[in-house]
């Protein structure tokens, strides 16, 4: 942090003045023109240095790419292209599964679609073309997918998760010919009941790259992650080590420093309850120690987390989404006290409580390049869309 706004930051809380942490967060619309917008996530398509969005709307049954118009224009509503019709989607997410140098996008689908589809990208992403990956068709509610080379054999392999009677978290393996959609082979790797979130990295230190999930429901629940063993076959369910939260119903979970000991930390929101966040105490990623943090009263239930330096002080906070946020706050961030394991940190209001009902992923962007982080993120029951709050800090 810059020694100047440290000095003003001191010389507000000093004098008494309002204080810029408690200033009001501006919200932008990036896109309102359909219904249930459904995460958020992020890529640069195109190479111009700038985030670039992709969002499925359940309700609208549409899935829409939004292009970064740079930070002049960045408060408008950006431009965006429809790639692709089908049902109750609920992610979307970028990856050039062809290999040919132009981002494709991968949506998973619930309901009754079931599905997994590729909207593949033409070279100016101005046309895109649907195909639903045959193996998993109507085979599960599908909820969250994640890039990653798994094999190493044709190219982006992809980490698919579903919810519900039968779900399972598994590995679509990429064949030579990556659009031909019928020879994709799926892997199950683990039983699961309700996965929210899932990030590929390497959680052991071992130099590849593991899967960290969540997953909220039956007996399978809690933050898990699935150990990438190149010694074994990979095709076979892989090792699985529990981290925590198996008594509760955990939702979107976040990567980050929280106690600044050099340590990546995983935080995440419980229905109904407090943040949780689980301290790092070994580089194997065997040990960890669970702290809560309460949300306080006043606003939704927890859904969607970020760890995130939001004031600029040095020092990481947490943001957080909610749903059932009739009338209360419905994106919020926690600034950590003194003492970080502490349960009751300082709330403060992003997006008020007159309008959004059921917020969801975060993302932390510095969106308008003025120094500080901005929050991305959807709301599905108001119809607020795709939106993102300006960070009041700079």
Partial sequence: MAHSMRVLLASLFAIGMPSVLNAEWVRHTIDKSS????????????????????????????IRVYT???????????????VGKVKSPEDA??????????????????????TVYVHWASADHSSWSTDAISVLEGKSQWMFAAPLEINHKHGVDLVVAAKGKG?????????????????????????????????????????DLDILYSDRKTATRGIHWLEYDPS???????????????????????????????????????KGGPIIWFERKDKTAHAWQMHEVNIPAGTGGGKGVAIADVDLDGRNDLVFTCESA???????????????????????????TKEGIKFDLIRMIDLDQDGD??????EER??????WYENPVR
């Fill in 35 to 62: 219904r249930g917008a459904d995460g958020v996530r992020v890529a640069d398509i195109n190479g111009d240095q700038l985030p670039d969005f992709v969002t499925g709307w359940e309700e609208g049954g549409l």
């Fill in 382 to 387: 108001d119809n607020l869309g795709v939106i």
């Fill in 167 to 207: 779900a399972e978290i598994g590995w679509l393996e990429s064949p030579p010919q990556s659009r031909n959609v019928s020879d994709w082979k799926w892997h199950p790797l683990a039983k699961v009941g309700w996965v929210m979130s899932i990030e590929t990295l390497d959680m052991d230190g071992d130099g």
């Fill in 326 to 352: 009739e009338e209360k706050i419905g994106a919020g961030w926690l600034s950590a006290p003194q003492n970080v394991n502490d349960a009751n940190w300082t709330l403060h209001d992003i997006s008020g």
């Fill in 93 to 114: 997410v970028f990856a050039d599964l062809d290999g040919d140098g132009h981002v494709d996008v991968i949506s998973s689908c619930e309901g009754k679609t079931r």
């Fill in 68 to 82: 970064n118009p740079g930070p002049q224009k960045v408060t408008d509503l950006w431009p965006a292209v429809t």
């Fill in 373 to 378: 982080l901005d929050v991305i993120t959807c």
């Fill in 232 to 270: 074994t076959d990979l095709t076979q369910p892989w090792k699985r080590h529990t981290i925590g939260g198996t008594d509760r119903e955990v939702m979107f979970l976040s990567l980050g420093d929280l106690n600044h000991d050099g340590k990546q930390d995983i935080a995440a929101t419980v």
